[in-house]
DNA sequence: AATGAATGAGGGTTCATTCAT
DNA sequence: AATGAATGAACCCTCATTCAT
């Protein structure tokens, strides 16, 4: 009951992928993956190292284009200066463009990188990226002279802007459909953080 | 080599939070509970029926005030007719007395139900709550005759509010702390979800 | 180290059923079955979902015979007849023909079921058999116009009935010793019962 | 809350003896006993050194008594000569006197002996008396040369004899029901036995 | 390429017993 | 006399992983 190679692989990487954004990596069992996936666990280590590989496979590709995403095009930092624009409008023109950049690098693999990493030499990576979110907030509100928001509220607003993304990215699998909640998403959270910081 | 029984039980009761909290509730080990709490396994039976009862005992007392809470005093409701006042400084003087209301109901206890509750009966709470809160915010969103805002993103915008008070409540044990933030966050979202709705 | 597969299957069923008579279905020790069969824990699992399906297999073939044996050939119905044959010799013809049909429907699979099976759903089985017995005995008092032998020691021997075969069941293996020894003790025992109440 | 030092003990018997004949010495329960007794493990200690300790109070005097009795009056031997008495009638004299030295040490001690006590010191009680009626039942068919009923046939009779008599003593309290109980059981026996021996 | 037998650590839980109070 | 906290071994069961076939 041979089976193409790559057809098996692939059935075991579906599988898996599902019953790690299910279950999470530690909690996913592969067991389970196998039998979804319509073959055994001696089989499985035919194609996979171990769970950690499996999981290694979903998220790498995806985790290597975002680094590179970040590092050359300073994704991150691109958003801040939409802080100056006073024009929600105008936002929504260049957030259109950003997505074009950003959307292809945000798929499950980075949710699984985000979401379902505990236990994994992932695990800590949205941690990274929140900070990294705090940190450009906290240098506005220093800018602004901010006096009302205390710092440590950075870190709820960096943590929400995170899961948000997460959540849109989680619930819908559709590239357009993820793009268009995502700019509503950073929209509905500009308004919000301007307001808040008296910007707007 | 016996202890008051009072801080046998307060010390397991506080590993069993952290532990909850950390790994959730299916993943929580008992033995690293009592290791942590300094006893042993069969001790942990002398004080908690099993590991469904230790949970029980940290959220049962939260989750019937809060019940009643809501019962009684109509909050979910409330926030609503925040969206009829278009002034940010009076929601901060109405949403001050709110939280005076809210603020006890809403402690580590209701973090268990809410993020940590997958395997016991309160599992699913968190949904219940951000369905609620989806409802009131499409009845909005009809009530404006919206159109750019399709009602899907309704489900994340209310995903967001949870997880937004979740969060805080996660990272900040002070009342007071818990307090300011919450105003914080509920105003950061309130301009958001008006700027996109247009209402602002 | 691996054993063809049956054999350790075959190892494990003939270990556990060993256990199940020893100790009965609740004390029995997996440990120890699994030791007695030289495997481990692990391995027991590979083989059985857990204790109550190793059980059944041990059960459940002889137990739908058993079933369909009474209601084909309407067994314990027939036992009643040879209340009405005061010839001893008779008897052993009459009995010998039964024997042919019902030896091979109890084995060691009716002892686990009649004696072994606190616990699991075949619990109460001997208790139902021995309902049926005494009925039988009782409608024969009655009908004998007894006045000597009070209806509550019908009960006394009916078990004492299904205890003899049990009895026998488990101290004999060979079909051939069974069958002699059950009809030396369906002989006893209605010379017996036949002597208590007078037909004889 | 202090209670007379005999109530206690007595209300922790009681409670044992009926947890001891419903689920046998080594299922039985300490903590099942001393909560249905209304006291603590702990203050169980402080009557028993161990579980076997309180079996053993259960059983003791009663199974020196029997002891003494089968030394004493040679019990075991006498019914023997019942069979050498080709007349029922009589047998019904015989039995009569012979209950009223029985029935006083058999008794609820002597069932958990002979049903309850795997685990403890008592185990194999049942056995050994059972060996010894077996002895007898022996000799007696090689006083008849016997030749139809196979020597190991002789165990499954003596088991059935012990059964029996355990079987009244666990169903009946009243030692006038035992007594009546105990003597149509044994008149059945030995119309049984000496049905099929060829002695009637 | 595929199977599943084998292992051992760890999961939650129950138990008899000890002993400080 | 009475309490119940503390212990540790044993219970059934699940898991990721290895490896002979």
Redesign the pocket.
């Known amino acids: 009951?041979?089976?193409k190679?790559d057809e098996?692989k692939n059935a075991i990487l579906k599988s898996g992928e599902k019953e790690f954004l299910e279950k999470g990596y530690e909690k996913?069992?592969?067991?389970k993956i196998v039998k979804q996936a319509g073959?055994?666990?001696?089989?499985f280590?035919?194609?996979f190292?171990?769970?950690?590989a499996l999981f290694e496979e979903l998220v790498n590709e995806e985790y290597h284009e975002f680094i590179s995403f970040i590092q050359h095009h300073n994704t991150v930092e691109r958003p801040d200066y939409l802080w100056d624009i006073p024009n929600p409008t105008l936002w929504r023109t260049i957030l259109s463009e950003l997505m074009d950049d950003m959307i292809p690098h945000f798929g499950t693999g980075m949710v699984l990188i985000l979401d379902s990493s505990k236990g994994t030499k992932y695990e800590g990576s949205k941690e990274k990226i929140i900070e990294i979110i705090k940190d450009h907030f906290i240098e506005h509100l220093e800018k602004l002279n901010n006096k009302d928001i205390p710092l440590g509220f950075a870190e709820v607003i960096a943590i929400q802007l995170a899961e948000g993304l997460i959540t849109i990215l989680k619930k819908y699998d559709d590239p357009k459909v993820r793009r268009e909640y995502i700019m509503h998403y950073i929209t509905f959270y500009m308004l919000g953080t301007m307001g808040l910081i008296g910007g707007l």
Not at 28 to 31: D, N, T, Y
Not at 39 to 43: A, F, H, K, R
């Open positions: 009951m041979q089976v190679k098996m996913a069992s592969i067991r073959t055994t666990i001696g089989n280590y035919n194609y190292a171990n769970k950690e």
